[in-house]
């Protein structure tokens, strides 16, 4: 009932979430005012409209590059140590940026690269921040933690803009990157003194590398998170032509100047956090996918507007109503993904999120920083405007998936089996067939659930699935699939959740033998496997 919906204010009085939100809000603070820093920076070393554009696309790239790695490390590492590490990172270059800007010694191309790394922070930060919100705070509380942090970051973008405008003006660029260099400090400190539980021994950690792969295929295999990163990537595309040539447009407008361009981020801030605190009840009242398509065709109307104004006021709201739609669609995006995936591949999941994300906003930054250089920035906005509305109307096609809180907690059925031939955890590669007897009447209904049976093995690691009925017994059916070691094996079955286990229960159900399903586990070995032991003792005896 909506009377028991969390408040989106709720995360806040649990102390750890609570440090670390506070700790991060400085950090995003410091961060905006950095941005107008370099944005405002690039306008005085350039007249080029498309390296301004670039100085969003700089920050965009690198989370677009290396979400994923982000991701993989996120869910294989300790969070805590990922994040320490980024903040301490992004702290390095920001002393950096701020010396060298000090000195005098920026260039348009210098300037890029700085960006660029600390891009590169974000990147390694972001899944594994996002990724502890579900550690630090109940599922049904999950969506109110995401507001929660959208409502930080927009109201930090809401002042830091304007408060960036007025240190540019007054004491310049390098005094902005300062104040974003202090900025860490804080939540380098918090996360110093987060203590979190150990997560509990398990099997050996996966290989990056296998991760990543992992991650990919567990997405590729999901309906519903392929149609969100294909949705926030159409909008991160189009919607970034309003923060990438707002530079511009603040030096075309009367009153020009780093101070009105802080104002203007300012009070699209302001935007942003109302459509954060009209989360929780839009989510009430309405699906998922009328939301999003409202946000596409709301960005539109802010594009249009920004393109042909020339009044101050008018942009101002316009860009009031785009943060709103930013933020709800933006959220809701990262919400669905965090309710659709289970924690072990949460930060993978997300990862890819902001990959989609980030990538359509350094395409966008770029495509249209070239179209107003060569086409005029009013024509530019326009066509992204055009896009915005294209968005929308994809939504007829691949909608936003509605809400539904599944029940995505390991399963925690299944036991290691008793075997007879002893196997290292290398050992394999290991083969699984199940058979079940199938009357005649529930064949159609046993291919249907198989078919979600296969997606959630293939999902989920196994290789080579595949079906088999038998020509003599013609109610054996016979399901097998590979593991390409033990370890792997028993990391695909750890997998499973309660959300997946009732394709299990179904298949059990229509399972007509006098016991369960019957399970074969066997090891495959080639002929000539004693020859090959004779040549390399390093292969596995047994």
């Known amino acids: 009932m909506a009377k028991d919906r969390p408040s989106v204010l709720q995360p806040l009085q649990l102390p750890t979430f609570r440090k670390i939100w506070i700790a991060n809000f400085a950090s995003s603070f410091g961060g905006l005012i950095q941005g107008v820093g370099a944005a405002w920076m690039m306008t005085a070393l350039t007249n080029s409209v498309d390296l301004v554009a670039l100085v969003q696309a700089s920050t965009s790239l690198p989370i677009m590059l290396f979400s994923l790695l982000g991701g993989a490390i996120a869910d294989n590492f300790p969070r805590r140590r990922v994040m320490l590490f980024a903040q301490v990172f992004m702290f390095a270059v920001s002393v950096l940026l701020t010396l060298t800007a000090w000195f005098g010694l920026v260039t348009p191309w210098l300037l890029l690269t700085f960006t660029f790394l600390i891009g590169c922070g974000a990147a390694l930060n972001n899944p594994s921040w996002q990724a502890s919100v579900g550690d630090l705070v109940p599922r049904s509380s999950v969506g109110a933690a995401v507001a929660l942090n959208s409502i930080g970051f927009n109201l930090s973008r809401s002042l830091g803009p304007a408060i960036g405008g007025i240190i540019v003006a007054a004491a310049g660029a390098a ?195 070239v179209a107003g250089e060569h086409d005029g920035v009013g024509a530019a906005l326009l066509a992204s405007a055009a896009v915005l509305l294209l968005g929308a109307a994809v939504g007829l096609v691949f ?71 038998d020509l003599a017994e013609t109610d054996l ?13 028993a990391r695909h079955n750890q997998r499973l959740t309660h959300a997946d286990e009732v394709i299990g229960d179904k298949l059990r159900a229509l399972h007509q033998g006098p016991d369960r399903p019957v399970v074969h586990r066997l090891i495959e070995r080639p002929p000539n496997w004693f020859a090959a032991i004779a040549a390399n003792r390093t292969i596995d005896p047994h």
């Not at 399901?479 to 792997?488: D, L, N, Q, R």
């Open 477 to 489: 059916w016979v399901e097998s699939y590979k593991s390409p070691t033990w370890t792997e094996y």
């Open 175 to 369: 005094a902005a990157f300062a104040v974003n260099m202090v900025s860490y400090v804080a939540l380098i400190g918090v996360l110093l003194g987060w203590r979190p539980a150990p997560p509990p021994s398990g099997l050996p950690r996966e290989a990056v590398g296998a991760a990543m792969l992992a991650g990919l295929r567990y997405v590729a295999l999901s309906p519903n998170l392929a149609k969100v990163l294909l949705r926030s990537f159409l909008f991160g595309f189009s919607a970034i032509s309003v923060m990438a040539l707002l530079p511009v447009v603040a030096t075309q407008i009367e009153g020009a100047g780093p101070l009105l361009y802080g104002l203007l981020l300012g009070t699209f801030g302001v935007g942003a956090v109302g459509g954060a605190l009209l989360t929780g009840r839009l989510n009430e009242r309405f699906q998922s996918e009328t939301i999003v398509r409202t946000a596409f065709i709301g960005f539109a109307v802010c594009a249009a507007v920004t393109a042909v104004s020339s009044s101050p006021w008018l942009t101002a709201l316009a860009l009031v109503l785009g943060g709103a739609c930013w933020v709800l669609a933006l959220t809701l995006f990262n919400v669905t993904v965090q309710l659709s995936t289970p924690r072990w591949v949460v930060g993978r999941a997300l990862s890819l999120y902001q990959t989609a994300t980030f990538a359509g906003m350094a395409a966008g930054s770029w495509l249209w920083g």
């Open 399 to 469: 909608a936003i998936p509605p809400r539904v809180m599944l029940d995505l907690d390991p399963a925690d059925r299944w036991r290691e089996p008793e075997i007879n031939l002893p196997i290292e955890p290398r050992s394999g590669p290991i083969v699984i067939s199940i058979e079940y007897r199938i009357r005649p009447q529930d064949v159609r209904e046993f291919l249907t659930v198989m078919a979600d049976r296969k997606r959630i093995r293939i999902r989920d690691g196994a290789r080579e699935w595949s079906l088999r009925r």
